[in-house]
């Protein structure tokens, strides 16, 4: 009977000290911890694209292309931007972000190809206006602001110092009854 409990509490515990190691994800590493706007941004509905770039290009849509890699420490960074990128401008504009190891591996790419704007950096953020013309072209993590400025300027919005500035509601279904309505 000692021995079944001694065995039972070390299989336990076994299983305890194991289970943690394979649950954390770490934003400050190149270890891949999952898809970096589900578990790092919060927002599942980014990836995959709601259209590949030629659809964005037939509709007439600006597009937002980021290209990134999911066990990359940077991109894990950048992926909170972006999602609020798709926040303010999900709307009007595509937003397109690319894993660049699913790119083909070619000599040339065409316009309406994603390789063709992809310049060898991670995180990239390109922004092409409704006519295909490339209006941006950030290396890095780039500041929220810096995008935003550019997107203002394409859709004749008013810049950020005339305007009010842009917050959602904190809103769910738990604490909807605890929000205080605003007149």
């Given at each position: 009977?000692?021995?079944?409990?001694?065995?039972?509490?070390?299989?336990?515990?076994?299983?305890?000290?194991?289970?943690?190691?394979?649950?954390?994800?770490?934003?400050?590493?190149?270890?891949?911890d999952g898809n970096i706007f589900v578990v790092y941004a919060g927002n599942g509905s980014l990836v995959p694209p709601r259209l590949t770039l030629k659809q964005s290009f037939e509709r007439k849509l600006p597009v937002i292309l980021v290209y990134y890699l999911d066990d990359n420490s940077d991109s894990k960074e950048f992926a909170f931007i972006v999602s609020r990128f798709q926040e303010f401008y999900g709307r009007a504009a595509s937003i397109i972000p690319v894993n660049v190891d699913t790119i083909p591996m070619k000599n040339r790419y065409s316009r309406d190809e994603v390789g063709y704007y992809y310049d060898g950096v991670i995180p990239q953020t390109v922004i092409l206006d409704e006519n295909r013309k490339e209006i941006y072209n950030g290396e890095g993590i780039v500041e929220f602001e810096a995008v935003d400025d550019i997107l203002r300027d394409l859709f004749d919005l008013l810049p950020r110092s005339e305007s009010v500035q842009l917050k959602r509601r904190n809103f769910n279904q738990f604490n909807s009854e605890l929000v205080p309505e605003e007149n």
């Open positions: 009977m000692l021995k079944k409990t001694i065995l039972i509490f070390l299989s336990c515990l076994c299983l305890w000290m194991s289970h943690p190691l394979a649950s954390m994800a770490d934003i400050d590493n190149d270890r891949y």
